[in-house]
Antibody, heavy 119, light 108 residues
Framework: QVQVVESGGGVVQPGRSLRLSCAAS????????LHWVRQTPGKGLEWVAL????????YYADSVRGRFTISRDNSKNTLYLQMNSLRTEDMAVYFC????????????WGQGTLVTVSP | EIVMTQSPATLSVSPGERATLSCRAS??????LAWYQQKPGQAPRLLIY???TRATGIPARFSGSGSGTEFTLTISSLQSEDFAVYYC??????????FGQGTKVEIK
């Protein structure tokens, strides 16, 4: 069955960096685009970034562009999110999600990893 | 950026009753709309895409309708496992992909 499992969350100070990973299984990883989506209690679900199946195209939310980098290693079935210059407003649960084969919306989501940004 | 607005914020429904959730887009998204269900501590689960197509394994009591700017998710007879938060998301005009703020369906 399709599975995506996030890891790498934790507590970090403002201005520091963190890298999230998402390990995928149960599908042909290299043929699917992938999203990162985050969730905060106050702001609900917020799309963060998308990467194409071959990694050549990336899209970012304005709130993270220039600070976050999405990447993937198709040989390892793993998605990454490098987060630099973290701010308190980046504190959230981060989900990775597979893009459906029938449209550019997420179909399978991981359980998420919590990022806490605190002095 | 397309803004998605859901109403109501909270819906109190008795088990076995019908629940009707609304989602409005700030401009037309044609039928490029998905609905997700999320329970506490869990990942969102895809229910509906293309405004009205049920995802794999989703019970027939869930139905979606609408196009353009007005959409509805209907749960025909609420079961105990249906009490959750529901989100709509547009995927017509991207980036960004945008979500509504959610409707919480609670037990009356």
């Amino acid at each position: 069955q399709v599975q995506v499992v996030e890891s790498g969350g934790g507590v970090v100070q403002p201005g520091r960096s963190l890298r999230l990973s998402c390990a995928a299984s149960g599908f042909t990883f290299s043929t699917y685009a992938l999203h990162w989506v985050r969730q905060t209690p106050g702001k609900g679900l917020e799309w963060v970034a998308l990467i194409s199946s071959d990694g050549t195209n990336q899209y970012y939310a304005d709130s993270v562009r220039g600070r976050f980098t999405i990447s993937r290693d198709n040989s390892k079935n793993t998605l990454y999110l490098q987060m630099n210059s973290l701010r308190t407003e980046d504190m959230a649960v981060y989900f990775c999600a597979r893009v459906s084969s029938t449209g550019p919306f997420p179909d399978y989501w991981g359980q998420g990893t919590l990022v806490t940004v605190s002095p | 950026e397309i803004v998605m607005t859901q109403s109501p914020a909270t819906l109190s429904v008795s088990p076995g009753e019908r629940a009707t959730l609304s989602c409005r887009a700030s401009q037309s998204v044609r039928s490029d709309l998905a609905w997700y269900q999320q329970k506490p501590g869990q990942a969102p689960r895809l229910l509906i895409y293309g405004a009205s197509t049920r995802a794999t394994g989703i019970p027939a009591r869930f139905s979606g309708s609408g196009s353009g700017t007005e959409f509805t998710l209907t749960i025909s007879s609420l079961q105990s496992e249906d009490f959750a938060v529901y989100y709509c998301q547009q995927y017509n005009n991207w980036p960004p992909w945008t979500f509504g703020q959610g409707t919480k369906v609670e037990i009356k």
